[in-house]
């Protein structure tokens, strides 16, 4: 069974902190990693897709790494705002299908 | 641009209802399909994926079944809800053919209450 952790579980931080969570998956027969965000009451959101060990993307205040050799992959959020507040998501693949953490819920207090 | 839909947004249904729950996709051609659900205090798990009209994978045992009978709709089923069918649902979809490195775009999920 292919699994997926992600840590913390939930994080609450002041506005203006940097913050950074983990994704932990399987380091065998990797394919793809993605972020997503989801906000209270909207759809998630596509944030990074990864595939390459090293890989570092980045989207305004947001970044993500990716090491495929030990399976893990961190997303760093730079000086936090309110409107930050959400679950991220980080899903593996390697089968045509996405398999799913449980997710990091950030709340960034103004 | 690409648009998913998702209805109903909210449904509260009896234990041993029937349920029914559809997606559709615009703007987009032979679109891969997803099925997804978010119980209370899990992660959101794969529950059906549809590469074409009439092709469904199922990931897991369940009650639940699903069709696709046109290209851009996809329909979640049961015909006895349980109350451990009680979650957020989201329909998703990927461009066709690029398999998992594709982005998934979600719907805007309906939120199912068996009582």
């Known amino acids: 069974i292919l699994n997926v952790e992600q840590s913390p579980q939930s994080l609450h931080v002041q506005e203006g902190d940097s913050t950074n969570f983990t994704c932990s998956f399987p380091s065998s027969n990797f394919y793809a990693l993605h972020w997503y965000r989801w906000e209270t009451a909207k759809s998630p959101e596509a944030l990074f897709v990864m595939t390459l060990n090293g890989d570092e993307k980045k989207k305004g205040r947001i970044s993500a790494t990716l090491n495929t050799k030990e399976g893990y992959s961190y997303l760093y959020i730079k000086g936090s705002q309110p409107e930050d507040s959400a679950t991220y998501l980080c899903a593996f693949s390697n089968t045509g299908k996405l398999i799913f953490g449980q997710g990091t819920t950030l709340q960034v207090k103004p | 641009s690409q648009t998913i839909h998702q209805w109903p947004a909210t449904l509260v249904q009896p234990v041993g209802s029937p349920l029914s729950l559809e997606c559709t996709v615009e703007?987009?051609?032979?679109?891969?399909l997803y099925w997804y659900r978010q119980a209370a205090g899990r992660g959101l798990q794969l529950l059906f994926y549809s590469v074409g009209i009439g092709q469904i994978s199922s990931e897991v045992p369940q009650n639940l079944s699903a069709s696709r009978p046109q290209d851009r709709q996809f329909i979640l089923s049961s015909k006895k809800l349980l109350l451990s069918d009680s979650g957020f649902y989201l329909c998703a979809w990927s461009v066709w053919g690029l398999g998992d490195r594709e982005t998934q775009y979600f719907g805007p999920g309906t939120r199912l209450l068996v009582l």
């Open positions: 703007g987009t051609s032979n679109p891969n």
